[in-house]
Nanobody
């Protein structure tokens, strides 16, 4: 059974930092591309960042230069380092995994990030 479990969310002041983690089990992590998405209240879920199985990264324009996605294949974990956080970054953040050319993907339950003074 595939499981993705996010952690590291919380309340932070504007300008602060958080690091999200997503621990993965039940699949061959190194063969999967991974991503972080977020959904704010009343808005659609949106892409934040992705990292391929080969380590190539991609970011939404709104987070470029502030967020960094990384992965540790030995720990089956993907990270999202978030710096210079803004109130508009407030959302539930979800971890996603998929394999190129394979139908279907996997999602975690999400972790809440709130940026507020």
């Amino acid at each position: 059974q595939v499981q993705l479990v996010e952690s590291g969310g919380g309340l932070v002041q504007p300008g602060g930092s958080l690091r999200l983690s997503c621990a993965v089990s039940g699949m061959i992590f190194s063969m999967h591309n991974m991503g972080w998405y977020r959904q704010a209240p009343g808005k659609q879920r949106e892409l934040v960042a992705t990292i391929t199985s080969g380590g190539r990264t991609n970011y939404a324009d709104s987070v470029k230069g502030r967020f960094t996605i990384s992965r540790d294949n030995a720990r089956n974990t993907v990270y999202l380092q978030m710096n210079s956080l803004k109130p508009e970054d407030t959302a539930v953040y979800y971890c996603n995994g998929w394999r190129t050319g394979i139908v279907g993907d996997y999602w975690g339950p999400g972790t809440q990030v709130t940026v507020s003074s």
